[in-house]
């Protein structure tokens, strides 16, 4: 099924562990999102990749970086986990925006733990 | 800093009862607007989206935006048990490139059987 596909589901790290959040996308979007969600907080982004071979930073950088491999692929790497970044992480893909552009389409999420 | 601000509820609404659920926004300049729904537990998922001043209609939900007053809604007429969720507002400004949408927090919404 076409869509955006995230891997792992669910992740414990210990505080200074690394890890690779994956991101796939096969329908062709030329842009790419990372956001995590927090209760009370809502969704905030992190980085994102408006074409591939560049990426910026949202609102909440600190702490990660992203790499877009190639059009389908956009990861999120904890370089150094900490208890702040437990949280719910989804990946987003959309066509590039313009008037009329129709949103995003949203991987089923990482949920990651770190203790 | 762009913000947009959704009465967080929960917003109880009896089954068959129009839900009434609103939004507002700061960057004048905005000008996509989303609806999102999620459930406990998932992904968000796009129900509606809308660019131009007035309403639009698609099955049993309307929305409906006001630039002037920086204002969306979002109806869902003859509510059911399954709309029962989180329903998140997007905004999405007027400059190029791919900035990201601007999220509000999200109205909890309950249909009472």
Redesign the interface.
């Known amino acids: 099924n076409a869509g955006v596909t995230q891997t792992p589901k669910f992740q414990v790290l210990k505080t200074g562990q690394s890890m690779t959040l994956q991101c796939a996308q096969d329908m062709n979007h030329n842009s790419m999102y990372w956001y995590r969600q927090d209760p009370g907080m809502g969704l905030r982004l992190i980085y994102y990749s408006a074409s591939e071979g560049t990426t910026d930073k949202g609102e909440v950088p600190n702490g990660y970086n992203v790499s877009r491999l190639n059009k389908r692929e956009f990861s999120l790497r904890l370089e150094s986990a900490a208890p702040s970044q437990t949280s719910v992480y989804f990946c987003a893909s959309s066509e590039a925006f313009r008037q009329g552009g129709r949103g995003y389409t949203f991987g089923s999420g990482t949920r990651l733990t770190v203790v | 800093q762009k913000e947009v601000e959704q009465n967080s509820g929960p917003l109880s609404v009896p089954e068959g009862a129009i839900a009434s659920l609103n939004c507002t926004y700061s960057d004048r300049g905005s000008?996509?607007f989303?609806w999102?729904r999620q459930y406990s537990g998932?992904?968000?998922?796009?129900i509606m989206?809308i660019?131009s001043n007035g309403d639009k209609e698609d099955g049993r939900f309307t929305a409906q935006l006001n630039k002037a007053s920086q204002y969306v809604s979002l109806l869902i007429r003859d509510s059911q048990p399954s709309d029962s969720a989180t329903y998140?507002c997007?905004v999405?400004d007027s400059g190029?490139?791919?900035?990201?949408?601007t999220?509000?927090?999200?109205t909890h919404l309950i249909i009472q059987p």
């Open positions: 000008q996509s989303f999102y998932k992904s968000p998922e796009l989206s660019y998140l997007a999405r190029g490139g791919a900035d990201g949408l999220f509000g927090k999200g």
